[in-house]
């Protein structure tokens, strides 16, 4: 996977996390300006920048792919009764947010005419609603995350095509592959298992969450630390996932 920015390539493999996400970051501006779509009206789009720079950066982990592929599906039915199957209120949001990170990934990188897709964008118009009215039941006040999933809920259309648009400019592989081929390619990645002993996955969070602490918060880290916290609650279920999380989502 090759990026167009100041040299004709920029090459993903053997780069750290956080070159990768600034890199993200500078790809999202720039095709923002290209639009002039630089902020929506009345409001400011940092961070949804953030969180989208974020989020592609967590879809080039395998481990991440592992994490969400359990809860991921094509159809309604199935999320709705996932939601209603569990007593975990992190869960049910868990559950709705990467499903439309996924559908917003899919529509905006892997398609090429995302605007022929208008189910699937509705679909994950309604997920990151009901992401959000998760989130604001969990935390019982408005939240950073809650107020970037009505951004992205209500703004759908635009965040798509600022993607297309990126896709267009940098993602090179979206030329050199058919688009099945590359479905198929995202099929096989999100099938990946890998299993992670726990006392790894605690050592990257507290890691991290203390890197978080010092004041280390942008997208990347907050991707990261979201998915950590949901594997350490699925590998042992008395860890206190909402304390961190709160945290976390302090201001």
Same mark, same amino acid.
């Given at each position: 996977m090759a990026f167009?920015?100041? #040299?004709?390539?920029y090459e993903i493999q053997g780069k750290r996390?956080?070159?990768?996400y600034g890199r993200l970051v500078e790809m999202l501006l720039k095709t923002r300006l290209r639009m002039k779509l630089?902020?929506?009206?009345?409001?400011?789009?940092e961070d949804v920048n953030a969180y989208l720079a974020g989020l592609l950066t967590a879809y080039l982990d395998p481990v991440y792919l592992s994490s969400i592929s359990e809860v991921l599906?094509?159809?309604?039915?199935?999320?709705f009764q996932a939601v209603s199957k569990t007593e975990d209120r992190y869960r049910a949001y868990w559950i709705y947010k990467v499903n439309a990170d996924d559908l917003l990934v899919s529509l905006g990188v892997f398609h090429h005419?995302?605007?022929?897709?208008?189910?699937e964008?509705?679909?994950?118009?309604?997920y990151y609603s009901h992401a959000c009215e998760c989130n604001r039941?969990?935390?019982?006040?408005?939240?950073?995350?809650a107020d970037i999933h009505t951004k992205l809920a209500s703004g759908t259309e635009r965040y798509l095509s600022i993607l297309s648009a990126m896709?267009? #400019?940098y993602f090179h592989f979206s030329y050199r592959l058919h688009e099945n081929e590359m479905a198929e390619l995202q099929e096989q990645v999100r099938e990946l298992e890998k299993k992670i002993p726990y006392q790894q996955v605690q050592d990257e969070f507290l890691d991290l969450y203390s890197r978080w602490l010092k004041g280390e918060r942008d997208g990347a880290i907050l991707q990261r630390l979201l998915t950590l916290v949901n594997q350490l609650k699925v590998m042992e279920p008395s860890f206190e996932a909402e304390k961190f999380l709160s945290r976390i989502q302090e201001p």
């Amino acid at each position: 996977m090759a990026f167009h920015l100041n #040299t004709r390539y920029y090459e993903i493999q053997g780069k750290r996390e956080e070159q990768v996400y600034g890199r993200l970051v500078e790809m999202l501006l720039k095709t923002r300006l290209r639009m002039k779509l630089e902020s929506a009206p009345g409001s400011t789009d940092e961070d949804v920048n953030a969180y989208l720079a974020g989020l592609l950066t967590a879809y080039l982990d395998p481990v991440y792919l592992s994490s969400i592929s359990e809860v991921l599906s094509r159809y309604d039915e199935e999320i709705f009764q996932a939601v209603s199957k569990t007593e975990d209120r992190y869960r049910a949001y868990w559950i709705y947010k990467v499903n439309a990170d996924d559908l917003l990934v899919s529509l905006g990188v892997f398609h090429h005419i995302w605007q022929e897709k208008q189910a699937e964008v509705l679909r994950m118009k309604r997920y990151y609603s009901h992401a959000c009215e998760c989130n604001r039941r969990i935390y019982r006040k408005p939240t950073a995350l809650a107020d970037i999933h009505t951004k992205l809920a209500s703004g759908t259309e635009r965040y798509l095509s600022i993607l297309s648009a990126m896709r267009s #400019t940098y993602f090179h592989f979206s030329y050199r592959l058919h688009e099945n081929e590359m479905a198929e390619l995202q099929e096989q990645v999100r099938e990946l298992e890998k299993k992670i002993p726990y006392q790894q996955v605690q050592d990257e969070f507290l890691d991290l969450y203390s890197r978080w602490l010092k004041g280390e918060r942008d997208g990347a880290i907050l991707q990261r630390l979201l998915t950590l916290v949901n594997q350490l609650k699925v590998m042992e279920p008395s860890f206190e996932a909402e304390k961190f999380l709160s945290r976390i989502q302090e201001p």
